[in-house]
């Protein structure tokens, strides 16, 4: 549990970290049941579990700072200040979607917002998060930009290419790493021979620290002291929010790997019944306070699933829009 007092954060902050932990967490539960309803097609890997890493992250972040997503980005997103509207709307395959119906889940994007993108391929978004903090460092910008990824990310090359340049450069970036223990089915320990993964960081001359990725606040004052880094041009740091998955990797996952006993302690680090208990034991809100808000998000999901339903799907003679880029001179690429 993050040491400082609760009565050291405005009411209003720490109701938005509630709220969005809980808009988090819904969202993927609606979005599993409208898949098993016929409105979603595809796959959906949920973040069901990690909601602190992901608004405690994103809180710490103003809203011209950046962040790259992964695979399992609803979260990153939502924390981001996306619209659960135009995110159902996506998922559903609807042409009001984020990317007009034709990406998905793993496509998910909102440039105005700082979100550079979820991103299919497995550490994919780490480099792009690297280049976004040269573009600010080279045009004297104080923008920070911030990559999630997983556990199983920081086994790829392009990790260790990313983690290098930005080392090398002292870039503007910070590395959150949500070490949920695995990487699909195989557990933590199977796939690296250290399981402090922000040790990597050393390696490439700047600092990793390891946070519990379960308590919001814990997560929120990590990235802030990063972020203040980053902008003093005292370049990256990385996080490792060490954290659990309460679902499959994707819906339908049979999770044969779980170890025995494992899910029951970690429910009990539930990061969102845990957070509210602590609100309700600094008598900072009472229990209907809570209750409301909650109630709150789910009318916005009913208005999201609505939202998503009473779209058309895209148009298939317009596949092709946005696809290619004409040049000054007619040329289409
Ligand atoms: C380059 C690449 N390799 C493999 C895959 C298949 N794949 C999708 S998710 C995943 C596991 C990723 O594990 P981790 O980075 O720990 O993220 P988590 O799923 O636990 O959030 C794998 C291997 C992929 N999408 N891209
Ligand atoms: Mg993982």
Excluded at 30 to 54: D, K, M, T, W, Y
Excluded at 128 to 144: S, T, Y
Excluded at 146 to 175: K, M, Q
């Amino acid at each position: 549990m993050s040491d400082k007092e609760l009565t050291s954060y405005s009411k209003d902050f720490l109701a938005e970290l509630f709220r969005k932990m809980v808009l988090v967490r819904e969202f993927e539960l609606r979005a599993i049941e409208e898949r098993r309803n016929g409105l979603i097609p595809g796959f959906i890997h949920s973040c069901v579990g990690q909601e602190a890493s992901a608004v405690g992250a994103t809180a710490a972040l103003t809203q011209e700072d950046v962040i790259t997503s992964t695979h399992r980005g609803h979260g990153h997103l939502l924390g981001k200040g996306g619209d659960p509207k135009y995110m159902m709307a996506e998922l559903a395959a609807r042409s009001t979607g984020y990317c007009l119906g034709r990406g998905g889940s793993l496509h998910l994007a909102d440039f105005e917002l700082g979100i550079l993108g979820a991103n299919g391929i497995v550490g994919g978004g780490i480099p792009i998060a690297v280049g976004a903090g040269l573009a600010f460092q080279m045009r004297g910008e104080k923008r920070v930009s911030l990559s999630f990824f997983g556990d199983g990310a920081t086994n790829e090359g392009a990790f260790h290419e990313a983690l290098n340049l930005a080392g090398l450069w002292s870039l503007p970036v910070i590395f959150l790493c949500e070490n949920n223990l695995y990487g699909e089915g195989t557990p933590q320990d199977q796939q690296a021979p250290i399981a402090d993964l922000a040790k990597r960081a050393e390696s490439y001359g700047f600092p990793g620290e390891i946070v519990d990725g379960n308590d919001v606040l814990a997560v929120y004052e990590a990235t802030k002291a990063a972020a203040a880094r980053a902008r003093a041009g005292e370049g990256p740091t990385m996080i490792e929010a060490k954290t659990y998955r309460f679902r499959g990797h994707y819906e339908g996952d049979p999770q044969i790997y779980r170890k025995p006993g494992e899910m029951a302690e970690w429910r009990k680090r539930d990061p969102i019944p845990n957070f509210r208990q602590r609100l309700l034991d600094a008598g900072l809100f009472d229990a209907e306070a809570l209750d409301e808000i909650e109630a709150d998000v789910q009318a916005d999901l009913d208005e999201a699933v609505a939202f998503a339903e009473s779209a058309p799907a895209p148009k298939p003679e317009e596949a092709l829009a946005g696809v290619y880029a004409e040049t000054h001179d007619g040329l289409i690429f």
